[in-house]
């Protein structure tokens, strides 16, 4: 079940079965790592809308998404959960932190760098903070 690509009827065992969070005390907490991932939602929607872009913010969000959950599961995840116009900005993040994966399980084609362009300005943005 867990190589299978993430559906609703899956998606809660998939979430509990790779969080690995051996500082987690209750379920609020597992809770609060989760929601990082609307964070980053609302955090590239606000860019869409109004240019302002919370560089720092969205790779701590990612990277402790990356460090509760096991290998390879954060980048399904969001892939999962952000909607396909946030790919190539998801991507540039995730390339500038050595993440992206070359393709995922969620999405019926694999993901490679000429499917959705990386973002350029949004790359150097990165790479200059």
Do not use: W
């Not at 919370?54 to 790779?59: F, Q």
């Amino acid at each position: 079940m867990l190589s299978e690509p993430l559906k609703e009827e899956n998606y809660d065992f998939f979430v509990r079965e790779m969080y690995d969070n051996p500082a987690c005390e209750s379920e609020i907490e597992f809770h609060e790592d989760l929601n990082r991932i609307k964070y980053i939602k609302r955090l590239f929607s606000r860019f869409e809308k109004t240019g302002e872009l919370k560089i720092r913010l969205i790779l701590n969000h990612i990277i402790i998404l990356n460090n509760v959950f096991k290998y390879g599961s954060c980048t399904r995840l969001l892939f999962y959960k952000l909607d396909d116009e946030y790919y190539g900005m998801l991507k540039s993040f995730l390339g500038y932190l050595k993440l992206m994966p070359m393709n995922i399980p969620e999405i019926d084609l694999e993901i490679i760098v000429s499917d959705h362009r990386i973002d350029i300005q949004l790359k150097e943005l990165i790479c200059k903070d």
